[in-house]
């Protein structure tokens, strides 16, 4: 008998987790009690300061890491990507605020780079992930919980069109990692506007960039979120369509019954 298929994590669970809530923690838990008492600001127990932010935040991607590690005895590679992520927005946050309340110049262009950076990597992960035997591909578009992948490479090997299939899911990955990469510039660019105004010497300056940071992560799920959202549906389209002409089969045979 055929071995149970092992049960996986839903992708977009995995970076909710992993990535989005250790950001948007980091966001609205690392301002300065001191501080915003300095400024008269209202505390709220939430504010907890920058470092106890951090710590709060990575316990996400660490915490998730190890059940999935004790569950699978394999590491997860969102745990890993959102550990980084988080580091870097509370090693950044922690490198340019300054004591009196100011921020270091070019905030902006480093907290774009930044934001930058986990697209452009998970874009070139997509890719790279192609090559090896757990494609991300199979994890987020041509997923075994909506395509009826056996049915579907029984009549690509019955017609012989292996090697027209393996390039059908190429330029699906292709078109995949673009849409990683089309949210790296989009994040820079967010950044920029969010930021590029900010007044670094400013005495809130450190109040300022915290609250326009929780603006630019929030309008992010929108900006970047719903292109992202419309390329990926594209993208499913035109797998479905190359799949039905290389296989003659419709969409409901390509598709699980739901």
Known sequence: MPSPKNSQEHPLVNILINVLIPVLAL????????????IGKAVRPWHIGPLKALVVALMFPIGYGVWHFAKTRKPNFFSALGFISVLLTGGLTLFLWNKDGTVKPHADILFGLKEASIPFVLGLAVIGSH??????????????????????????????????????????????????????????????????????????????????????????????????LVFLF????????????????????????R
Not at 27 to 34: A, M
Not at 235 to 257: G, I
């Open 27 to 38: 966001s609205y838990l690392s301002k300065d009690p001191e501080f915003q008492q300095a």
């Open 131 to 228: 090559y090896t035997s757990n494609p991300l591909l199979r994890l987020f578009i041509y997923s075994d919980s909506f395509f009826d992948i056996p049915k579907i490479e029984r009549r690509v090997d019955e017609i012989d069109g292996r090697l027209r299939y393996q390039q059908i899911l190429f330029q699906a990955t292709l078109m995949f990692a673009a849409s990683f990469f089309i949210s790296t510039v989009l994040n820079f660019g967010l950044s920029l506007y969010f930021l590029g105004d900010l007044d670094h010497a400013a005495a809130n300056a450190r109040e300022l960039y915290n609250e326009r940071v929780a603006k630019l992560t929030g309008w992010g799920f929108a900006v970047i979120g719903v292109p992202i």
């Open 234 to 257: 594209f993208t499913l389209r035109r797998l479905l369509k190359s799949l039905s002409s290389l296989t003659s089969m419709k969409d409901e045979e390509l598709m699980l019954p």
